[in-house]
């Protein structure tokens, strides 16, 4: 199907939680160029493959290979996961879930006012995921309008959520009234002293501040929020999370979360 690549973080916790659940199921990093996806998704489907993850720049190209969405995948219009059933393959989404599911450690999300820093792919499934989660106000900020607005035009219109867009211009101000500031940019990634563009005195300690960087784990966001006393989610929980739920739509089994962590932090030395 592609170049065998060297493991990858969610490699390595699916074969831990195979081997914990004893099945002998395998899953496999490979690296496919943009122009054999087709060929790919062929070779999934000839070998009889149960599922597979997609990873940049698959995760949208993917879609006209597949026979059906989940709702949420379908409103994102991207997929990072997809799953067998039959003949058929199922295109879903398990990042926007897998955050959601680690912020749900902190409380119920539904009634409060979200700020998300970004409106790329990570951006665009927590923003879906959040309004179907029940909240009741989410502000894209990005640095280009046509992909914030056009984020926005999906969770008015589509989520039913209310939503707008904020263009960022230096450091934003995160308004008084939100609960919840999320850095859904890749800014941060393999720079822990990369400065996010929020302004750090509007960092309330009542904030809920998340980064979906997950290496390393202690970004300048995150040791910042700490510092001014907010409650802070680094990246790790959501990308365990999406691979709990990845295990459970292709295996039916429940994983150990705590396992899966375990493993995560193996890979990455911390
Ligand atoms: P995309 O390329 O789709 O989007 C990137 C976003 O970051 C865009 O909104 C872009 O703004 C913004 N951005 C990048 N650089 C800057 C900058 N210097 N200043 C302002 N904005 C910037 O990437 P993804 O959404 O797929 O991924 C984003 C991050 O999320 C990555 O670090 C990835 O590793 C992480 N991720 C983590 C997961 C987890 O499980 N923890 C799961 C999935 C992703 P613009 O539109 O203006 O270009």
Redesign the pocket.
Known sequence: MGQPVAGNPTQFMMERAFAAAGLDWRYLTLEVPSAKLADAMRGMRAMGFKGANFT?PHKVAVLQYLDELSPAAELMGAVNCANRVGDKLVGENT?GK?FVQSLRETGDPAGKKVVIL??????RAIAVELGLAGVSDITIV???SA?GEELVGVLRDRVKVQAQFAA?HGDYEVPADAAIFIN????G?GDAKARV?VAAGSLRPELIVAD???NPPETWLIRTAADRGCRTLD??G??VN?AVIAFKIWTGAEPSAGLMRDALEEFLSI
Do not use: E
């Open positions: 940049i990042d897998g970004g409106a790329g792919g990570a951006a990005n640095r280009s992909r960022l859904a940019t890749s800014i990634l563009p979906v960087v997950f990246g790790l959501m990308l999406q």
